[in-house]
């Protein structure tokens, strides 16, 4: 059993920050990857950032500049640090986490609930 919990959502106002936080825990091996994805009411699911076991980091084009993406490996946990926040940053924020757990061969994907970011203007 895996689980990703995440926490930092919240109500900002446009320029403000938030940090959102998201700790996986369960019967881990290892965590290839980690990332965070958003979907605003009616689009679809998008990737924010990611970041991988060897650090390296991608960001959508939308929030290069503005965000930044960090992991602790040894706490399983990955951040998103967001700063100068816009009204369109405003969605539900996922965590994903690509997991190889105890006893399995192969790693799977897996979501947290979920976090609601509002940016007001």
């Known amino acids: 059993q895996v689980q990703l919990v995440e926490s930092g959502g919240g109500l900002v106002q446009a320029g403000g920050s938030l940090r959102l936080s998201c700790a996986a825990s369960?019967?881990?091996?290892?965590?290839?990857?980690m990332g965070w994805y958003r979907q605003a009411p009616g689009k679809q699911r998008e990737l924010v950032a990611d970041?991988?076991?060897?650090?390296?980091?991608k960001y959508a084009d939308s929030v290069k500049g503005r965000f930044t993406i960090s992991r602790d490996n040894a706490e399983n946990t990955v951040y998103l640090q967001m700063n100068s926040l816009k009204p369109e940053d405003t969605a539900v924020y996922y965590c994903?986490?690509?997991?190889?757990?105890?006893?399995?061969?192969?790693?799977?994907?897996?979501w947290g609930q979920g976090t609601q970011v509002t940016v007001s203007s």
């Open positions: 970041i991988r076991s060897g650090e390296s980091t």
């Open positions: 369960g019967t881990i091996r290892s965590i290839h990857i």
């Open positions: 994903n986490a690509k997991i190889l757990r105890l006893g399995l061969e192969s790693s799977l994907n897996y």
